[in-house]
């Protein structure tokens, strides 16, 4: 579960980021963060990877209060959290494979359990027949399915996903959403980020909506509510 | 450290080295240029020591015996002279040599001092070398309170600027391959910044993904070291050779005066000390680069 506790965060040069936010999200859940630009989004993200740090409250992950961890101890945090950019963020002089393989090099995975999970992983998403190429070798999509077979590879709890269709068009917006639900649906709990609002009037997910850094709207069953 | 994790470091370490082939051969050239400066002023201060050990080795004290002094007197001076603490060797020259070698050195006029065997003016000396000319005028007052010594003969001056000379060298040698060291980290620590900047994004990656500090920087201090040893190889080569090709230039030149140190005699240390200067410049200069990508 994750549970943010009267978070503020102000950065250093007084823009406030969020202000007094409280909210709880759920073991297996699907939640859409909403909102226009600049309203706290990418905030709520960074705080949640331990990018930042609240400037008052708690942000508890686990019955683990996250704002209060050591250096040394968010690495193994981030390891429980799988994390999808817009910018896709793949390492251009490593295949599909590496990419993904990668993510499990880091938390010194053994070769057996490597050679296992990476195929299994770009099965998921569907890119087993490209596992060779090269990440400049393919489409916007197709990259990003990469990066979601990597955020998953080591079975995390959570995937945070940081407006992932934003470079997308709609049809393989659409298909990397559908992806997420899979996730979502073998218990991963599953917050992105995101300006889709036919992704979120149609999955019909639970939707927070935060607007100048406080929570404007928590709905089960949400929908967007801007228009773009 | 797990062994599939060093493995990993390694590998990764040589990829890098590798694939920025130009970063990392300029970040090598860097590491043979203050290493070919170090060891100018690594072996002009062996050479100067050795110089100075060769002077000191040969450098006496005349303690002149007074000749109403007896043969067990001559006997026990000589034993209260090796018991002085910085005394390296004694020996004796008595008079009745001391004629002898003037008369040889007189030559044909030798017959002048005809006669003087029954009577002999001269005094028994004894020949004191030390072992630090540093405590030179401590051992001469020593010297000079045993009784039955009438005179001390010595030249205090050369003795002091030798010192004085030597120390200084020393010293001076000793801050400038200090503060080589320093701008040689910082010169290295830049150059492999610029790769490490190149793969900020693959650190940033990492971080995302939960690789530790030390994950991300063992491949850059591996790095470091590989490129540090590789410095330290060339540069050994370079002096090796322009060394040996000095020696071989004084011993064609006939130049007997100043003796170099034997490239034999250094050899092993300062291959030591390069290597363990090349891999601390790299792996610190690589450490320095990375700590700046790691605040994620």
Same mark, same amino acid.
């Given at each position: 579960?994750? %549970?943010?506790?009267?978070v503020?965060? $102000?950065?250093?040069?007084?823009? !406030?980021?969020?202000?007094?936010?409280?909210?709880?999200?759920?073991?297996?859940?699907?939640?859409?963060? $909403?909102?226009?630009?600049?309203?706290?989004k990418?905030? %709520?993200?960074?705080?949640?990877?331990?990018?930042e740090?609240?400037?008052?409250g708690?942000?508890?992950i686990?019955?683990i209060? #996250?704002s209060? +961890?050591?250096r040394?101890?968010i690495? &193994? +945090?981030?390891?429980?959290?799988? #994390?999808?950019?817009?910018?896709? @963020?793949?390492?251009?002089?490593?295949t599909?494979?590496?990419?993904?393989?990668?993510a499990?090099?880091? !938390?010194?995975?053994?070769k057996?359990?490597?050679? @296992?999970?990476?195929?299994?992983?770009?099965? +998921?998403v569907?890119?087993?027949?490209?596992?060779?190429?090269?990440p400049?070798?393919?489409?916007g999509?197709?990259?990003q399915? #990469?990066?979601?077979? @990597?955020?998953? #590879?080591?079975?995390?709890? &959570?995937l945070?996903?940081? =407006?992932p269709?934003?470079?997308?068009?709609?049809?393989?917006?659409?298909?990397i !959403? =559908?992806?997420l639900?899979?996730?979502?649906k073998?218990?991963?709990t $599953?917050i992105?980020?995101?300006?889709?609002?036919?992704? $979120?009037?149609?999955?019909?997910? @639970?939707v927070?909506?935060?607007?100048?850094?406080v929570i404007?709207?928590?709905?089960?069953?949400g929908v967007?509510?801007?228009?773009? | 450290m797990?062994?599939?994790g060093?493995?990993?470091?390694?590998?990764?370490?040589?990829?890098?080295?590798f694939?920025?082939?130009?970063m990392?051969?300029?970040?090598?050239?860097?590491?043979?240029?203050?290493?070919?400066?170090?060891?100018?002023f690594m072996?002009?201060?062996?050479n100067?020591?050795?110089?100075?050990?060769?002077?000191?080795?040969?450098?006496?004290?005349i303690?002149?015996?007074?000749? /109403?002094?007896?043969e067990?007197?001559?006997?026990?001076?000589?034993?209260?002279?090796?018991?002085?603490?910085?005394v390296?060797?004694v020996?004796l020259?008595?008079?009745d040599?001391?004629?002898?070698?003037?008369?040889?050195?007189?030559?044909e006029d030798?017959?002048?001092?005809?006669?003087?065997?029954?009577?002999?003016?001269?005094?028994?000396w004894?020949?004191?070398?030390?072992?630090?000319?540093?405590?030179?005028?401590?051992?001469?007052?020593?010297?000079?309170?045993?009784?039955?010594?009438?005179?001390?003969a010595?030249n205090q001056?050369t003795?002091?600027?030798?010192v /004085?000379?030597?120390d200084? *060298?020393?010293?001076?040698? *000793?801050?400038v391959?200090?503060?080589?060291?320093?701008?040689s980290?910082? *010169?290295?620590?830049?150059?492999?910044?610029?790769t490490?900047?190149?793969r900020?994004?693959?650190?940033n990656?990492m971080?995302?993904?939960?690789? /530790?500090?030390?994950?991300?920087?063992?491949?850059?201090v591996?790095?470091?070291?590989i490129i540090?040893f590789f410095?330290?190889?060339?540069?050994?080569l370079?002096?090796?050779?322009?060394?040996?090709?000095?020696?071989?230039m004084?011993?064609n030149?006939?130049i007997t005066?100043v003796?170099?140190v034997?490239?034999?005699?250094?050899w092993? /240390?300062?291959?030591?000390?390069?290597?363990?200067?090349?891999?601390?410049?790299?792996?610190i200069?690589?450490?320095?680069?990375?700590?700046k990508?790691?605040?994620?």
């Amino acid at each position: 579960m994750i %549970l943010f506790s009267n978070v503020t965060k $102000v950065y250093e040069n007084g823009t !406030v980021g969020l202000d007094n936010v409280s909210f709880y999200i759920d073991k297996g859940e699907f939640v859409f963060i $909403v909102g226009p630009s600049g309203a706290g989004k990418s905030t %709520l993200i960074k705080l949640l990877m331990h990018e930042e740090t609240p400037t008052s409250g708690d942000v508890i992950i686990n019955d683990i209060n #996250v704002s209060r +961890l050591k250096r040394s101890q968010i690495p &193994y +945090l981030r390891r429980r959290m799988g #994390v999808v950019f817009q910018d896709f @963020r793949l390492l251009p002089n490593k295949t599909v494979y590496e990419n993904v393989a990668f993510a499990m090099q880091i !938390v010194q995975a053994s070769k057996r359990d490597i050679r @296992r999970s990476v195929p299994n992983a770009l099965s +998921l998403v569907g890119l087993s027949h490209k596992a060779k190429m090269l990440p400049t070798q393919l489409s916007g999509g197709e990259q990003q399915r #990469v990066a979601l077979a @990597r955020a998953i #590879v080591n079975n995390p709890a &959570y995937l945070i996903a940081d =407006e992932p269709t934003g470079n997308l068009n709609p049809k393989t917006a659409a298909e990397i !959403v =559908e992806i997420l639900d899979d996730i979502n649906k073998r218990g991963t709990t $599953v917050i992105m980020a995101t300006h889709a609002k036919e992704i $979120v009037d149609s999955m019909k997910k @639970r939707v927070i909506a935060i607007e100048d850094g406080v929570i404007a709207r928590d709905e089960t069953r949400g929908v967007y509510g801007y228009e773009n | 450290m797990k062994i599939r994790g060093g493995r990993y470091f390694i590998k990764e370490a040589f990829r890098n080295v590798f694939s920025n082939g130009w970063m990392s051969m300029a970040s090598i050239l860097t590491v043979v240029a203050s290493l070919l400066v170090f060891g100018l002023f690594m072996i002009l201060s062996i050479n100067v020591s050795y110089f100075a050990e060769q002077i000191e080795a040969d450098y006496e004290i005349i303690v002149m015996v007074d000749e /109403t002094v007896g043969e067990d007197r001559l006997a026990a001076i000589g034993e209260e002279i090796r018991n002085i603490p910085n005394v390296q060797e004694v020996v004796l020259n008595p008079n009745d040599q001391r004629l002898a070698d003037l008369k040889e050195d007189l030559g044909e006029d030798a017959s002048v001092l005809d006669g003087y065997e029954e009577d002999n003016p001269l005094r028994d000396w004894y020949m004191v070398t030390m072992e630090s000319l540093d405590l030179a005028e401590q051992t001469a007052a020593q010297l000079e309170q045993i009784s039955g010594v009438a005179k001390i003969a010595r030249n205090q001056d050369t003795i002091n600027t030798l010192v /004085t000379v030597t120390d200084s *060298i020393s010293n001076i040698s *000793i801050w400038v391959m200090l503060a080589l060291a320093i701008v040689s980290v910082f *010169i290295i620590s830049n150059t492999i910044k610029l790769t490490v900047f190149a793969r900020r994004k693959e650190i940033n990656i990492m971080k995302f993904v939960g690789a /530790t500090d030390w994950f991300i920087r063992w491949p850059f201090v591996i790095e470091g070291v590989i490129i540090g040893f590789f410095g330290c190889i060339i540069s050994l080569l370079i002096l090796g050779f322009a060394y040996n090709g000095l020696l071989g230039m004084v011993e064609n030149l006939g130049i007997t005066f100043v003796k170099f140190v034997p490239l034999s005699r250094i050899w092993l /240390t300062s291959s030591g000390l390069f290597a363990l200067m090349g891999i601390l410049l790299g792996g610190i200069g690589s450490l320095i680069s990375v700590r700046k990508y790691l605040k994620v």
